[in-house]
Structures are given as structure tokens and as C-alpha cells.
């Protein structure tokens, strides 16, 4: 299960002002698929992009990073809800 970045100048602006992390979401492989097919697609839909959230970015997918092992504890996709592991991880 992949970490994917959320990025763009809007990220950028948003993690200067709040000193906050970088901006990213858990999802699970098939969520990943289609998101893949239309870089975007999730962050209107996507926690924490709502209302006083992080930004969405306006590159869309960038590519995934580094995460916690999802089997340590109890990670779910952003988009679908359904649990991660490590098995499964793409
Ligand atoms: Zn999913």
C-alpha cells in the first residue's frame, strides 16, 4: 500500500505557514490504480483537504514516499477505508 504525496505551491505555502510536515495519504492498491490513471482525482474527496485542512495540491500525484510499517498499526485508505497491510503494500 503506497504513502502518495500531496504537492504544489499551495503545499508549499500551506507547510511554510503552519511549520506542519509534509502533506500525504495512505491508500489502498486499487484506490492507488486509479488514481494513477487520473493524478487529481481524490483530493477534493480526501481527508484532510476539507475545510481548514491541508490544501489540495495542484500537482495531483507525485509519487509515493516512505511510510510506517502498516501492519504495527491500524491504517486504513484514505479514500475506501479499507485496511492496510504490508503484504498487500505496492
Ligand atoms: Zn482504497
Known sequence: MPRVENAGPSVDDWARST???SSTFDLCDDCRGLLLMHPGRYFKELPPYGE?????GEYGYVG???HPNYDSAHYVCAKCGKKLTEERDG
Open 64 to 66: 509515493e514516499v516512505a
Open 52 to 56: 481548514g485542512g491541508e490544501p489540495e
Open 19 to 21: 511549520g506542519g510536515p
